[in-house]
């Protein structure tokens, strides 16, 4: 049996939250910090230095020996420099264990390579990292020792933001000002601060380590560039919400495990559609902590798998011909004392306030769909979005049956006067109640769908933060709000005003609500009829970021500068760039110096045997026409191994980043997928004896 432990008592063990501020504070500091948290006031540096001091007593006695700034730069993961607590010994030798407020809250690490766009020169080489004091810290256990973890923003020394973290903190800001506007209106003064609430659904694939290990597809590029189907894919739908295998299970129960001591409250864990396919989902959060939470628990994901003798894939798109993987980012908007602007009430039509929420969400969808649509693309994103798959690259939004009817009423007759009740849901079997149908209809196609009382973007790729989207959402809808509130509080009628505004909003852009399948051909067209954009590459996505309007959303409410567009525009073309010249360069190396010196060797084989047969007086045609066909392959693949070559080089040419990733799309992964053609078919020819790797069946259903 494994290891049996109390849930309620490891819960964030590791995490130095409100409990263990409180109880090692002294009152003042804590309620300085407090202040500071809720944006109030500034910490001074003699209340900063007692909370180092604390902070490192706890980490210490929690086994910690260093501390880290833990940051989110712009290559998508997280870094950290490590720090120990010891100070320069004394004179007697010894040494003392200090943290001083200054290493709190500001630290330098040297920044020049992290990806800037051009924002800081190299030899302007110093960023610095800010003590994020809304975010808790926690202490890191692995195999390497224990650390304090002090999660920060990462600017340059002029204050640009050259992380993740900054522009999420900014558009929070905005967000909040704007809410509590709206919430005046309908008279609410109770309310001190409204915060986005986020609760991001985590897919990922598990294989077997030692398969992985001879994949250097997988090694190199997270995803496999080469592989003939199985006879079997997901089209059974046996995988999804089946029974978890004990392998699986126990890696799960460890990542849990592992989660909850930092507080992470990891708590639906299922099959997912594809086989190998799982998905993670925790307990909503407020949207930054939400976003530190889910770097985490990708971390853990990939270290807890290393341990368990197995590797988990983030990638979007690890397999083709299966589906690939996404996180849900769920949203809402809430105040601190618990009222969600999302939620309907009872009867929609009789909640004004919800209903003009919803207006304005519309409203900035409709209006920045371009910039929500930029903020999901990654390069993997790309085999996702766009390409038959889950969910489709143009951004449509999805109300449910009773909603829609609403808006409709409101548009047609300029009053809702009725809503569609709950029906009863019969379930037929005569051991199950009827349940109660859930009035917001659940439609999975929708990029971005009303699921209750919150929205869910579903177009986030598996391996990208959430931080960008929930950046856009918080902005765009910051907007909304502003540009309704500043109509609204000049009104001499408030009730009418607001009434025509809902009217207004719905009117002009229920072009963007869609209910029906999103799959769907005719939707493509329609969405065209409908003016919305249809995006399908991140190359064509990263414009948006740049476009007139979006630096004036930006700027507007100091979420980014132009500068820190264009940086943010430039570093995604690089990385699109590099990624494909990564997965190019990775083909090469597999082609030539594993496929093919397999399909020779398996082609003499197959030769010898012609010959042998022959010799013998028997019919050797059918073994001759084998070795035409594996011959003709190889010969195809020769040819494209060298096209691939050539377009690598043309590729490296190209200085203007924009160009350059645009001929790393539209040439060199045509041409890797020509590579990749005559390649999987072989891999169904050749004795499995010869070919150099585990195939697509070893992967996915031998975990
Ligand atoms: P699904 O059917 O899509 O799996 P769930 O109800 O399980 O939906 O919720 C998915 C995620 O949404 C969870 O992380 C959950 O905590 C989060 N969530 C639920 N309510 C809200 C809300 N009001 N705001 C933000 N996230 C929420
Ligand atoms: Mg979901």
């Not at 601060?193 to 897919?203: D, H, I, N, R």
């Not at 790309?382 to 390409?387: F, Q, T």
């Not at 009217?503 to 051909?521: E, Q, R, S």
């Amino acid at each position: 049996m494994s290891e049996k432990f109390n849930v309620a008592d490891i819960f964030g063990e590791n995490v130095f939250n409100d409990t263990v501020m409180k109880e090692r504070l002294p009152k003042n500091v804590y309620k300085n910090l407090k202040l500071a948290m809720t944006g109030v006031q500034e910490l001074s540096l003699t209340d900063a230095d007692v909370i180092a001091n604390a902070m490192k007593d706890w980490a210490i006695e929690k086994g910690a020996t260093h501390y880290t700034h833990w940051f989110q730069p712009l290559t998508g993961t997280t870094a950290e420099k490590h720090d120990s607590f010891i100070s320069a010994p004394k004179e007697n030798g010894k040494v003392l264990m200090e943290f001083s407020g200054k290493e709190l809250i500001k630290g330098e690490p040297d920044a020049s390579s992290f990806p800037s766009g051009g924002l800081r020169a190299t030899f302007e080489a110093r960023g610095y990292t800010a003590w994020d004091c809304t975010s808790p810290a926690f202490v890191r256990e692995d195999a390497t020792g224990a650390t304090l973890c002090i999660p920060t923003a990462f600017c340059s020394y002029t204050g640009e933001a050259l992380d993740q973290k900054t522009p999420l903190l900014r558009s929070m800001d905005a967000i909040n000002e704007q809410s509590l506007r709206i919430l005046k209106l309908f008279g609410n003064t109770h309310s001190k601060k409204v915060t986005p609430s986020v609760g991001a659904e985590q897919e990922y694939f598990i294989v077997d380590r030692e398969k992985y290990l001879q994949r250097k597809d997988l090694i190199f590029a997270g995803r496999t560039l080469f592989g003939a189907m199985p006879p079997k894919g997901q089209e059974l739908d046996d995988h999804y919400f089946g029974a978890i295998r004990e392998r699986i299970g126990a890696f799960m129960k460890d990542v849990n495990k592992e989660l909850w001591k930092l507080g992470v409250s990891a708590k639906t864990q299922h099959n997912e559609v594809a086989p190998a396919q799982h998905e993670l989902a925790p307990i909503y959060a407020q949207c930054n902590t939400a976003t530190d939470n889910n770097q985490l628990t990708m971390e853990v994901l990939k270290k807890v798998a290393y341990r368990h003798g197995l590797v988990c894939l983030l990638h979007e798109k690890p397999f083709a011909g299966v589906n690939g993987s996404g996180k849900h980012n769920n949203w809402s908007i809430t105040t601190d004392d618990g009222i969600n602007l999302l939620e309907p009430g009872k009867t929609p039509h009789e909640n004004i306030q919800f209903l003009l929420v919803l207006g304005a969400v519309m409203k900035a969808v409709d209006t920045h769909a371009d910039l929500l649509r930029e903020s999901a693309s990654d390069v993997g994103n790309d085999h996702r979005l766009g390409a038959n798959e889950a969910p489709p690259a143009i951004i449509s939004m999805f109300l449910g049956e009773q909603l829609e009817d609403v808006v409709m009423q409101l548009i047609d007759k300029g009053d809702a006067t009725s809503s569609i009740q709950k029906g009863k849901l019969k379930t037929g079997a005569s051991t199950l109640p009827d349940l109660n149908k859930d009035a917001t209809d659940r439609n999975r196609t929708s990029p971005f769908a009303f699921t209750g009382n919150k929205f869910e973007f579903r177009m986030v790729g598996s391996a990208d933060s959430i931080a960008p989207a929930n950046v856009v959402l918080n902005t765009i809808v910051a907007e909304s709000f502003k540009e309704i509130a500043d109509e609204l509080e000049k009104a001499d009628n408030f009730d009418m005003a607001c009434h025509d505004m809902i009217k207004k909003l719905f009117t002009d852009h229920h072009k963007i609500v869609f209910n029906g399948n999103g799959y769907t051909d005719e939707w493509i067209a329609e969405a065209e009829r409908r003016g919305l954009p249809n995006i399908p590459s991140m190359v064509d996505a990263i414009p948006a970021l740049t476009t007139p309007k979006a630096v004036k959303l930006f700027e507007s409410f100091g979420v980014f500068t132009e500068a820190e567009l264009k940086s943010r525009a430039e570093i995604k073309y690089e990385a699109y760039a590099k990624a494909i010249n990564i997965e190019a360069k990775a083909m090469l190396d597999i082609t030539g110096k594993q496929l093919i010196p397999a399909v020779i060797a398996y082609s003499t084989e197959l030769a010898n045997s012609v010959l042998a047969v022959k010799e013998a007086g028997a019919d050797a045609s059918t073994q001759a026409d084998l070795l035409t066909t594996v011959t003709g392959y190889l010969k195809e693949m020769k040819t494209q191994l060298a096209a691939l070559e050539k377009a690598i080089a043309d590729g490296a040419e190209i200085s203007n980043v924009e160009e350059q990733a645009k001929f790393f799309r539209d040439t060199v992964k045509t041409t890797m997928d020509a590579l990749r053609a005559p390649a999987d078919k072989l891999e169904m020819i050749v004795d499995k004896d010869f070919w150099p790797f585990p195939s697509y069946g070893d992967l996915l259903f031998e975990v």
